[in-house]
């Protein structure tokens, strides 16, 4: 569970959000069956891409992602697929599932695809449907219409074909998206009662992108020819979805949210909620590269189609009890059909907080009301979560259960929550000092506290407290939601060199090679980062700055920091210092440092990276006194 702080004041942010899932996740696929080389920039790195990427991945496609720089490299098959050796696995990504199977039939042979329990729930049957007509052959392995399924597309045969629309666009697209490495042209007519049709003009787009030919002239009707595709360099856009929660808060609170990388010349439709917001009663600017939301006097509500835009439909609910009349949305009964039933869960969660909401046809109407403290119910639906946050930032009481479902599209969406409260941090005397292990950033924190008279916060020994508190408990330190509960209700505090955790004294325990073989995985548990970034900044701002060290101070906690030092040395030359510590073998210390660096450079939430105008300070060869020098010139200056 979390429990969401309110914005003290209107937010007044500038935001630079994670790339588009939807479009990283096309990219990807596109990339993989190209010809040549593709390297996509600003990429997303999120549990729905990463199930995209192992599947891939499964086909034989030479893949390789960067989450420091966000970029992903793939050496593309030309069309030649492998056949992959096991089961794909999709997780809970509706959009690998709906990609994949349609990709499976181009190799022609049966290929096996499940995924969690969530994905098996959501429906298939219009995809199935067309891919029979195609001639491939579908083995039900579970529910009809469901995964699990083996594809087979030894009989694939190219014919024009119908496909439905009703519950999601992505069956088109699917199709599509494979359209143009099939060995004849093919026209798919799409049913005229289509949903949430603006994604299928962006996955021609991207597929133009990449040297396809697709004629849409007519109505409903996509034409592909069988050109395949050609690799390149590609930059994606800011994700629009999780841009409509931060355009929410801002419009709601009358404050202003200015989001980059994403504006005028968008392939995302749903950008069109700026349009929902400006209709009831905010100040909008789209520029070419940004937009920006400020919140009006009064918030109106509003009757409006969310069809298109389905996905930012609990957005605008998150945000209609604080309109000063009803808000009705329609044209959404297929969401229902979700991770969750979204109509219902909106609805329900709403009325705990004591909103008067009620289910309609094929959508829902909330009346103005001033909700109440509650526990949110998340259905481990990310969309709900972060919309129900969006909520709790203008009122008080609301916590989110089951918070770490955000990571499915946005592993560092609580980081973004964050940066809204980050106004007056510029103000406050922070030398943040990020490193990866064994650098000498502890022992150089601690001399420059000293020195400059400041408190010393070592925020390691936090997550080495979570860490000893999840192993005291008998809890798997990879159970994402069982260790987040135990960031929450743990109590961490200090006294000189001592570390006191609930009260006990764990100084010599969190140091301990049971706490040091886990920690990694705890700190990156996106719900344990949350819990704790809002713990060090409470600590900064009651002491007004101080010295902190860790592996995200300058990144992610206090980006605006009065100095950040990003302090490094060689591999060898950490592994010596250790060794010189504990009294274990060099080489034995070498591997665990570049596992721990791999890991903490690699994880989707607050990945080890040098910050923006930090300072990089190499301490091999040096002694401490000559870097703390060195850092101490930079911070008076």
Known sequence: MLQIDPLKRPPNAELELAGSKSITNRALLIAALAEGKSTLSRALFAEDTLAMI???????????????????????????????????????????????????????????????NQIRSRPQHDLLLALNELGVEIAHNGEMGHLPLTIDGSNLTVTDISVSGETSSQYLSALLLVGPCLPEKITLT???????????????????????????????????????????????????????????????SKGRVVVNGIGSNSIQGDLEFVEILQQMGAQTLIRPNSVEVTGPTRLDGID???????????????????????????????????????????????QKLGIDASIEDDGFVIKPGVPTGNIVHSYDDHRIAMAFTVLGLLSEGVAIDEPNCVAKTCPEFFEYVDTLRLEGDEQLDILAIDGPAGSGKSSLAKLLAERLRLEYLDTGAMYRSVAAEALSANVDPKNLHAVAEIADKTDISFEGQQVFVNGNDLTEMIRSAEVNAVVSHVAANPGVRAVLRRAQRSWARQRGGGVLEGRDIGSVVFPRAKLKVYVTATPEERARRRSLESGRSI????????????????????????????IIVDTTGKSLDEVAEEVLRSFNG
């Open 304 to 350: 409006v189609s969310m069809k298109n835009i389905s996905d930012t439909a609990p957005t605008l609910a998150s945000i209609a009890p604080f309109a000063s009349s009803p808000v009705r949305v329609t044209d959404i009964g297929f969401i229902q059909h979700k991770e969750s039933d979204r109509v219902t869960a909106v609805v329900t969660e709403l």
């Open 54 to 116: 192992n599947c891939l991945q499964a086909f034989g496609i030479d893949i390789k992602h960067n989450h420091t720089t966000a970029t992903i490299a793939i050496n593309g098959s030309g069309g030649e697929l492998k056949t992959p050796q096991k089961e794909l696995w999709v997780r809970q990504s509706g959009t690998t599932a709906r990609f994949i199977l349609p990709l499976s039939a181009l190799v022609k042979a049966p290929i096996e695809v499940d995924g969690d």
């Open 587 to 614: 080489e034995e210390i070498l591997a665990e440092i570049q596992g721990r660096d791999e890991i903490d450079s690699s994880r989707a939430d607050s990945p080890l990276a040098v910050s923006a105008n930090a």
């Open 190 to 252: 799409l049913d005229e009662n289509a949903v949430s049709t603006p994604y299928i003009q962006m996955t021609i787009e991207i597929m133009k992108a990449f040297g396809a030919q697709v004629d849409s002239s007519k109505p409903n009707s996509y034409t592909v020819h069988p050109t395949g595709y050609v690799g390149r360099d590609y930059e994606i856009e800011t994700d629009a979805s999780t841009a409509s929660y931060f355009f929410a808060a801002a419009a709601a």
